[in-house]
């Protein structure tokens, strides 16, 4: 499909060289599956992004950007990693949730890629989880403590391990 309008959100643009390899892999995949991809990276270094990987970017705090990348897209990628835990913080978890919401909110194809999910130790943020990833179109976790865990948490969608 031409012109197939894509946002990544991870946790890009930090020089992490897991998170980068992630991401590369992600566009790799991304760019042998559709012909001439619109990608954008939410990045914390968006013009180092842009310029590794030939992608349109938006910084992670602009919240007109991400929405207006969001709304404007047909498919969000939640990229992969450890981002659906509240361990090193619970802000971070909300940041990533919000992500998600808002292309679930915006009627947009949600995919989670290779997620390593959890713990997460607030119930609140777990309740808010399950009925945030019971919405999205696919799900994939990088190990089966994570499926284990989504499925114990009540998330009734396919969960494929990578």
Same mark, same amino acid.
Do not use: C
């Given at each position: 499909?031409?012109?197939?309008?894509? $946002?990544?959100?991870?946790?890009y643009?930090?020089?992490?060289?897991?998170?980068?390899?992630m991401?590369?892999?992600?566009?790799q995949a991304?760019?042998?599956?559709?012909?001439s991809?619109d990608?954008?990276v939410?990045?914390?270094?968006?013009?180092?992004?842009a310029?590794?990987?030939? $992608?349109? /970017?938006?910084?992670r705090?602009?919240?007109?950007? +991400?929405?207006?990348?969001?709304?404007s @897209?047909?498919?969000?990628? @939640?990229?992969g990693?450890?981002?659906?835990?509240?361990? /090193?913080?619970w802000? @971070?978890m909300?940041?990533?949730?919000?992500?998600?919401?808002?292309?679930?909110?915006?009627r947009?194809?949600?995919?989670?890629?290779?997620?390593?999910?959890?713990?997460?130790?607030?119930?609140? +943020?777990?309740?808010?989880?399950?009925?945030?990833?019971?919405?999205?179109?696919?799900?994939?976790?990088?190990?089966?403590?994570?499926?284990?865990?989504?499925?114990?948490?009540?998330?009734?969608?396919?969960?494929? /391990?990578?």
């Amino acid at each position: 499909m031409a012109n197939y309008k894509i $946002v990544i959100s991870g946790y890009y643009g930090f020089n992490n060289a897991g998170d980068e390899a992630m991401l590369s892999a992600i566009l790799q995949a991304l760019n042998r599956t559709f012909h001439s991809p619109d990608i954008t990276v939410i990045s914390g270094s968006p013009q180092a992004t842009a310029a590794t990987y030939g $992608v349109h /970017t938006v910084p992670r705090f602009s919240i007109g950007g +991400i929405l207006r990348a969001v709304f404007s @897209s047909d498919l969000i990628i @939640s990229g992969g990693g450890s981002l659906l835990q509240d361990v /090193t913080s619970w802000k @971070s978890m909300i940041y990533y949730l919000s992500i998600i919401t808002l292309g679930v909110l915006f009627r947009k194809q949600v995919f989670l890629y290779s997620q390593g999910i959890g713990p997460v130790r607030y119930r609140g +943020i777990r309740i808010i989880l399950k009925h945030v990833l019971n919405h999205v179109d696919a799900i994939t976790v990088r190990d089966k403590e994570s499926k284990g865990f989504l499925q114990r948490l009540g998330v009734r969608r396919k969960i494929y /391990t990578t």
